[in-house]
């Protein structure tokens, strides 16, 4: 019984899904179809149907076990590690622009109030050139959303953004308590680029890709929510990126129904790296939930 093993079933067991549990970790979905065979031969009686899906109870007491057991793996690792190597440090980060100006910021404040010797020094990039940064070696660890699989790179999932349709304050939608992608027929688009990459444009039948052809499109999201104010335009970005325009009333973000596509967020680094306490430890900060 191996540890991802586990985190995979309880991704399953939750999601209700192959195709989202595979999503979700960074793998296909053969692996998860694969490890869910895995443990079926070790339980010796089946954990789940497939169509629909649904845990039998055994799957259930398995789900129940398997958190339990990846807490207490947590514990473990953490009351193994040195109180003086985690206390003290240093952490060469890289972040993508726009993490960096809008999640990282409070977890840094968190993090340092708790962990004072240690020091993080951040350089800010665009996504590839994160990735690139982390591959060579020239930082400890990558912030980015929309994170890419490369070969010697481990993806560590820590948050999911929900996406909003964003325009402004006057436009015929601005006061719809939510939108679906058929309303965007007619509508002028601007685009960040990053969004190309959300796994939920997967799911947008072909008939309704045109919706998504943007007239204007950016590598930086700042220039995205400026162009949108200026009319230019609606635009899809994290909820979170905007949260200070709309508070301002510059900006309007309309959620799209029945919950709608997220934006992945995850920490990268090699693969072979051997993570210090110090650098654990932060990666356990992002992944504590964020604040308002």
Not at 206 to 228: I, M, N, S, T, Y
Not at 253 to 258: L, R, W, Y
Request: charged content about 20%.
């Amino acid at each position: 019984m191996q540890k991802g093993n586990l985190r995979l079933f309880c991704a399953l067991a939750e999601t209700r899904s192959f195709t989202r549990a595979a999503d979700l970790n960074y793998v296909t979905q053969s692996a998860i179809t694969q490890m869910l065979h895995a443990l079926e031969r070790d339980a010796g009686q089946p954990l789940a149907t497939r169509r629909p899906f649904k845990l039998t109870l055994a799957g259930h007491y398995y789900h129940q076990y398997s958190r339990e057991i990846l807490r207490l793996f947590a514990r473990l690792e953490q009351a193994l590690q040195s109180p003086r190597e985690a206390a003290t440090g240093t952490i060469e980060l890289a972040a993508c622009h726009s993490i960096g100006l809008h999640q990282l910021p409070p977890v840094l404040t968190r993090f340092q109030r708790a962990h004072p010797r240690v020091e993080i020094r951040v350089r800010y990039g665009f996504i590839d050139r994160v990735h690139e940064q982390v591959l060579a070696n020239a930082v400890d660890l990558g912030l980015v959303c929309y994170p890419r699989r490369r070969r010697g790179l481990a993806v560590d999932p820590f948050r999911h953004e929900r996406l909003v349709l964003v325009c402004p304050p006057q436009h015929e939608l601005a006061t719809r308590p939510a939108v679906a992608i058929a309303d965007l027929k007619g509508q002028r688009l601007v685009a960040w680029n990053e969004v190309r990459w959300s796994p939920f444009l997967k799911n947008v039948p072909g008939w309704q890709r045109h919706l998504f052809e943007p007239r204007h499109e950016f590598d930086q999201v700042e220039l995205v929510k400026c162009a949108v104010e200026q009319g230019e335009g609606m635009a899809i970005l994290p909820e979170a990126l905007v949260r200070a325009e709309v508070a301002a009333q510059r900006l309007v973000a309309v959620p799209f129904a029945a919950g709608g596509p997220t934006e992945p967020l995850a920490v990268i680094y090699r693969q072979k790296k051997r993570l210090t306490p110090a650098m654990s430890n932060f990666i356990q900060a992002l992944k504590q939930p964020a604040a308002g």
